[in-house]
């Protein structure tokens, strides 16, 4: 497939501090595969703060729902995101990411370079920003778990991230699209492509930086994940224990 078009889908409920970031990273990208002419569309769910005008204020297409649903919010955003590409039949590239994700300038044209070898669907990896040393170490300790070690080979990692899926219109229509899944719809996509058997690259070569906090937006999501691997109060390093010098008594002799 030679996209002739792409769009960048953006779910978000109540993201308003991170959503300028993530908005700023996808210009970047876009810029990398003008003249393609890319559409970025943020799914404002269920929000209540001003997510939705700092989308808007930085160009994005805003639909909003009060779905409260991941699921939802990913299918209405690429419908709306197909609705304004409609015309033409030329053929659409579908790019995902979270409100609380930077993509690297490279994001598009990786996936694009993937879709003009034949594939269907790109998935891509995350790195953790802004969390401490150790609960990074901990993530990466079983995320990384099948990266070969000091080989050169590509890393075929096995992992599902709507904060870094690429995949053509295509395919996406064909078998149905997102599920209003309120977690977890993002495999359950990737699971119905293989199934019909879409050519599917999973890269590290374009891994986004998700946020991580501790309180997420979908329910089993990163951020639970996370609350479940920060270390305890009885991890951390015991502070040395100093005590005030005092006379010693004297004995009698």
Do not use: K
Request: charged share 20%; with cysteine.
């Amino acid at each position: 497939m030679i996209p002739a078009a792409v769009a960048v889908v953006v779910p978000a409920h109540n993201e308003e501090d991170r959503i300028g970031a993530c908005l700023r990273s996808v210009r970047r990208a876009a810029a990398q595969v003008a003249p393609l002419p890319v559409v970025t569309v943020v799914a404002a769910d269920a929000c209540t703060d001003a997510t939705a005008v700092v989308a808007a204020r930085a160009g994005a297409h805003v639909v909003r729902l009060e779905h409260r649903s991941v699921g939802a919010a990913r299918a209405v955003g690429t419908a709306h995101a197909l609705h304004l590409l409609a015309g033409g039949g030329r053929p659409v590239w579908l790019a995902m990411t979270d409100a609380d994700t930077t993509v690297p300038d490279t994001w598009l044209t990786d996936q694009i370079d993937w879709a003009r070898q034949g594939h269907d669907v790109v998935l891509g990896t995350i790195r953790l920003a802004g969390g401490s040393r150790r609960l990074t170490a901990l993530h990466d300790a079983h995320y990384f778990r099948t990266r070969p070690a000091g080989t050169g080979e590509p890393w075929t990692h096995p992992h599902v991230h709507g904060a870094n899926l690429g995949l053509s219109a295509t395919a996406y229509l064909r078998v149905g699209g997102f599920a209003a899944l309120p977690t977890g719809e993002d495999r359950d996509l990737v699971s119905r492509l293989a199934a019909q058997g879409h050519r599917i690259a999973r890269t590290d070569r374009h891994p986004v930086r998700t946020a991580a906090r501790l309180r997420g937006r979908a329910p089993d999501g990163l951020a639970d994940l996370l609350a479940t691997l920060r270390p305890s109060v009885w991890d951390r390093p015991v502070p040395e224990l100093r005590s005030t010098p005092t006379t010693r008594p004297r004995l009698p002799r």
